[in-house]
């Protein structure tokens, strides 16, 4: 499968050419990309092209691979108007945020304000701070709709860092990032974004929106497969985080390995530790350029428009809407609720071919840019099928 032409800048992008480049289209509407989404095709060939040849030529190559993963990391810092030394490659989101967590010069007496309905991998590594004093705060969400005053309320002058998702996910609720980044930096704090939920299909710009740190694992709305992650930190900060997990690829001479010394390189590659998962960064890379390809706001306009169209089917067809759909709080999530049990209802769809998620008591769909009407049909199709409001 070879890539194919997007748009060229003009006109309506040809969401038909994606859709071929997705081989799961082939046989499932595949409607759960906020979950663990398939991989593209171009993604697909990155791997066979890679197993082949570490097959054949082992390590020979390994020069030519380390190439292109420096290409993969300059495809996802342009993404987000970052410079290639403010980001690190990293297995998963989880570990962007550890980075933080463990390497920040915390004080006892400190705190962390998020919100209570955070996945859990943006609370935990916080929670794990206890032992050293530091509190943290989890402010209540009321249905998935997020009160900023409330999250600025929590907030003192010992709140170090507000650690909160861009796109709520189970909720799909989505955060204006410059409001996040104001309202941490207001309270003397630093913004930690977890942007798994909408990196690589809404537009974020680094260089003008003042996040702190940031991560994203690349096996959702990135297309790429499990295992890699992209982690953002502002030059500013790099020197404030105690670098854990130091190795070889640590250092600023990285291949001399008769000389121990202990030369941090200057930029977040310091953070990426020993031997590197070069396949699954590959993989990645290829879907970060068809995503590119395309363009990150046609993107967004196309999942916007899909996801809209799916609310008016669903609801004329029975469902009740939970997300928040009005303006920029609209994301590429939708929970809903339909007559039945839930659980019960998600294997159901999954034996007709559509494929949702089981989140907070809701079914939930979150459909790419290469879904399509038909996706959409399957879906209030099996539905009625389960069960006739």
């Given amino acids: 499968m070879h890539s194919e032409s997007a748009n060229h800048g003009q006109g309506t992008p040809d969401w038909d050419a994606f859709r071929r480049q997705m081989p799961v289209a082939e046989r499932l509407a595949y409607l759960d990309h906020a979950a663990v989404a398939p991989i593209s095709g171009p993604a697909c060939e990155a791997v ?3 197993a082949e040849q570490a097959a ?21 810092a342009g993404m987000m108007g970052a410079g290639e030394d403010q980001l690190a490659l990293v297995k998963n989101t989880t570990a962007g945020i550890c980075l933080v967590a463990e390497g920040y010069p915390w004080q006892p007496g400190d705190n962390v304000v998020t919100l209570a309905n955070e996945f859990p991998s943006n609370l935990y590594p916080w ?16 249905q998935g709709r997020v009160d900023l005053s409330q999250l600025a309320a929590a907030c003192d002058e010992r709140t170090r860092i507000v650690a909160v998702s861009w796109v709520g996910f ?9 409001e996040l980044a104001t309202l941490a930096h207001e309270h003397g704090a630093l913004l930690f974004l977890d942007a798994i939920q909408g990196l690589g299909i809404f537009p974020l710009d680094v260089s003008r929106t003042p996040v702190d740190f940031l991560a994203a694992d690349g ?3 990135m297309l790429g497969p499990e295992g890699a992650g992209l982690f953002y930190v502002r030059r500013d900060h790099l020197d404030l985080l105690h670098p854990w997990g130091v190795g070889w690829h640590s250092v600023v001479r990285e291949h001399d390995f008769d000389h121990i010394q202990l030369d941090l390189k200057p930029t977040a590659a310091r953070f990426e530790g020993g031997s590197e998962n070069i396949v699954g960064n590959l993989a990645l890379g290829a879907s970060l350029e068809l995503l590119m390809s395309f363009g990150v ?3 967004a306009h196309r999942i916007l428009q899909l996801t809209d169209l799916a609310c008016q089917r669903l609801t004329d067809a029975g469902a009740t809407i939970a997300s928040a759909r009005d303006g920029q709080r609209r994301s590429g999530i939708v929970s809903f609720t339909w007559p039945g049990d839930m659980g019960l209802l998600r294997q159901q769809l999954l034996r007709q071919g559509v494929v949702v998620s089981y989140r907070d008591g809701r079914l ?4 790419h840019a290469y879904n399509n009407e038909e996706d959409l049909d399957r879906l209030i199709q099996a539905l009625q099928t389960t069960h006739d409001p």
């Fill in 48 to 50: 066979v092209a890679w």
């Fill in 56 to 76: 054949v030529h082992g390590a020979t190559v390994w020069s030519d691979w380390n190439r292109r993963v420096q290409a993969v990391r300059r495809v996802a």
């Fill in 127 to 142: 929670m794990n701070l206890a032992s050293r004093g530091v509190e943290t705060r989890r402010v209540p969400v009321d």
């Fill in 170 to 178: 189970a909720s799909g609720w989505r955060h204006d990032v410059d």
């Fill in 219 to 221: 096996h959702k709305w």
């Fill in 297 to 299: 706001p046609q993107i």
């Fill in 364 to 367: 939930r769909i979150s459909p």
